[in-house]
């Protein structure tokens, strides 16, 4: 099996500038990793790259996805290990980048073995998250707080099926993840490599690109998606994002633009910590310090490497 060059990261780190410059040296396709990059008409405050970041480099699994319906890590893991066979078949090497630590879990350890489905008991806690979602959060907070960190408490599906799992095998989920480090089930051989970079200069690289989204039409962006969420009668789950909440409530005249702006880039920070903390307990193979290298070194020490590897 060929390894699979995988980059993993927090926000704004340089993940797809990286990627793309590889590619056009490996001859390679990218595979997004990304659990807000999949949603369609969210381009601009989910940070999808454009034609011209592209750079003629074929980019899967980003903006396809409807708004209003969420993906599993399961879900997600089988669309990126069916992409990455596809581009193995045409002659090409496959790329998968992101920054989504479940979905990264989910293709380098598996989806545990015990996953089980009780109907019954998942209606009941459909209808306690209907009554008091805070409370299923707390709950969830209380038995996996690792877990809860990354439960949106708008995320119905994935609050419910984390108890669900909880209840019917009596392990929390991050147990059951960590788990797969002894009982694997994945299909890929990845090599991960990790951005990381000094803690200030990745909080100004945050604070520089949700500047650079809202000039470059976030708010319209978000008012667009609120009159198709109203036209089409449906919920868009996807709005609880890291942003969109924000712009919402300025849109709603209960956040003036420069306390939008400010809470933006703090939610964005202390989720850029929440990846780093995460990705600290993944395997990875190689870490890049960001902050010593400039793109054009990293691109040809990668490139060596692949040479030999892949």
């Not at 951005?195 to 200069?201: A, D, F, G, L, P």
Request: glycine share 6%; proline share 4%; aromatic share 8%.
């Amino acid at each position: 099996m060929k390894k699979i060059l995988t980059i993993i990261g927090p926000t704004a780190s340089g993940k797809t500038s990286l990627a793309v410059h590889l590619s056009k040296k490996l001859n390679a396709e990218i595979v997004g990793l990304d659990s807000r990059q999949l949603y369609r008409g969210m381009s601009v405050g989910t940070a999808q790259p454009t034609i011209k970041e592209m750079g003629g480099v074929k980019h899967h699994l980003i903006g396809f996805q409807d708004p209003s319906e969420p993906i599993s890590a399961g879900q997600y893991a089988k669309l990126i290990t069916d992409k990455v066979k596809n581009i193995q078949t045409i002659g090409k090497n496959p790329i998968i980048c992101g920054g989504a630590g479940l979905y990264y879990r989910a293709i380098s350890r598996g989806i545990f073995k015990g996953s089980v489905s009780d109907p019954i008991n998942r209606n009941r806690l459909e209808k306690l998250y209907d009554n008091n979602p805070s409370e299923l959060l707390d709950h969830l907070n209380t038995i996996d707080p690792e877990y809860a960190e990354l439960v949106h408490i708008n995320n119905k599906k994935r609050l419910v099926r984390a108890l669900e799992i909880f209840e019917a095998t009596g392990k929390p989920p991050s147990e059951h993840f960590n788990n797969q480090r002894f009982n694997p089930t994945k299909e890929l051989d990845l090599f991960t490599v990790k951005i990381k970079w000094k803690r200030n200069i990745l909080n100004q690289r945050i604070q520089n690109r949700a500047d650079e989204m809202l000039d470059q039409g976030w708010i319209e962006e978000v008012e667009t998606l609120l009159k198709q969420q109203d036209r089409e009668e449906k919920l868009y789950t996807a709005l609880n994002s890291i942003g969109y909440s924000q712009i919402q409530s300025y849109l709603r005249n209960k956040m003036s633009y420069e306390d939008m702006r400010k809470d933006i880039i703090i939610k964005t920070r202390q989720f850029a910590r929440r990846q780093v903390k995460w990705f600290a307990k993944e395997p990875i193979d190689l870490t890049l310090e960001m902050d010593n290298l400039d793109t054009k070194e990293i691109v040809q020490i990668l490139h060596c490497l692949f040479k030999v590897i892949i």
